[in-house]
């Protein structure tokens, strides 16, 4: 036999060389790049889908296990209150997408959320992101009948981005079927259907015909903008303020409250920027856009270029809007409005009367303001009134309750009395009804019952 060598193996020379394989599926992005990117929670859902399992499980069983920052994914109140904030600035956007980048092998997915924008936007006003999940049915009508794979741009996802300017519809946010309305996190890795009835969400809900505001078309065409150029290298606070201040410097030499007044914004939002070192808000930046009437890829190249665009006052968006006098004739429907409606029972709020209007509540106090002053003090004095004989009514209830037990010979304990009240859909647990009873009682000398709450 031949005798073996006593040399030992390599072993690791023997094995085969070769890239690393990735926990997850090194799944592509869509539009990375583009003004329609997409965001992140569109992605996990389809990252979710190539591995036929279901977007919470994989949170639950492979995200979490990966990363200790995402313990607090596992309860119910992230998927109600924090899943919305992935493709924002906050904390979980900043963990989701490492543990994703690392898990698949990827190092661009933080360019499907805004933090490439966290040296510049602020976090401290709740967050740019919208509440709930918003969409264009048309959109998503026309993937579909083109076979592109369904996916959600990360422009849905702001709060800001209320219109659809390719179709110049408002988005909406719920199920054209059942009314429902979709979490950002679902149960089934599908994008394009229902969670509730898996109606298709490409289906149109009947709106009525409402004018598509400038405003948010202006606010969509910016928020595109930035998606598109967040690909490449987002400037930050610091260079932002100091291409702004040129700019003041520019145009009106460098006071910055002659600039507020001659845009239109309040002097307190550079205050803040500048002396208080605050971070702007994506509010506040795109109401700065709005007012200089330029798009944030020409407001961050700052020189010439910007000082050209707010000379030639146009470039690609509303012109500056002016407050002027309403026509008579609204004037006067706002007069016999108000006339009218301080009659009404109950009557309504100002704000209410101006929405049905088409006017706004600031309208009536600049063009009205002594008739907006007398329906005020009207509909205050009216709900003083009706407080008062709401408490009156809570008395008279609660001691012709007490009464009526007395009559019976039966004591008025707590639970005799909560449910005599139960019958007027009313509740010893109200503070109202509590105080009357215990007063009541005080003054009959009667002893506290066992079953009364302290």
Known sequence: MPRRSSKSVDVDRLRPVGPKVSRLYRLEPIGIGTAQVEGLDSYFIRLAAEHCVSPRD?????????SRDLAGARFSTFHSRYARTLCGLGPYATRFSDVLNHLAHRE??????????????????GGPTARFKQWCPTCVAERRACRWPSYRPLVWSLAAYQVCPTHQRLLVSLCARCGARQSFIPSLPVLDCCEQCGAFLGLSI?????TVDINHLWDAAALSDL?????GEPIGREEFLRKLQELIDRRTAGNRAAFCRAYGLPLFMLKNWYGKEENPSLSQFLRLCRALHVM??????GGAGLSEALVAGSVCGPARRHNARPDPEVIERMRNALSTLSKAQPIPALVAVAKQLGVTRSSFLYWLPKETAVFTRKRLAAQVRGRRFARKRVEDIVLNAIEELRQEGQYPSWRRIDQR??????????????????????????????????
């Open 108 to 125: 661009d997915l933080k360019q499907l959320t805004l933090l490439p924008w966290r040296g510049l936007f602020s976090t401290s006003s």
């Open 206 to 210: 009947a709106q009525r015909s409402v």
């Open 58 to 66: 994989l949170v639950r069983l492979v995200l979490i296990p990966a």
């Open 296 to 301: 944030p890829r020409i407001l961050f190249s």
């Open 227 to 231: 998606a598109e150029i967040a690909a």
């Open 421 to 454: 009240l139960k019958r007027h859909g009313m509740s010893l647990w109200d503070m109202p009804a509590r105080t009357v009873y215990q007063k009541s009682r005080v003054e009959a000398g009667l002893p506290r019952p066992i079953e009364e709450p302290r």
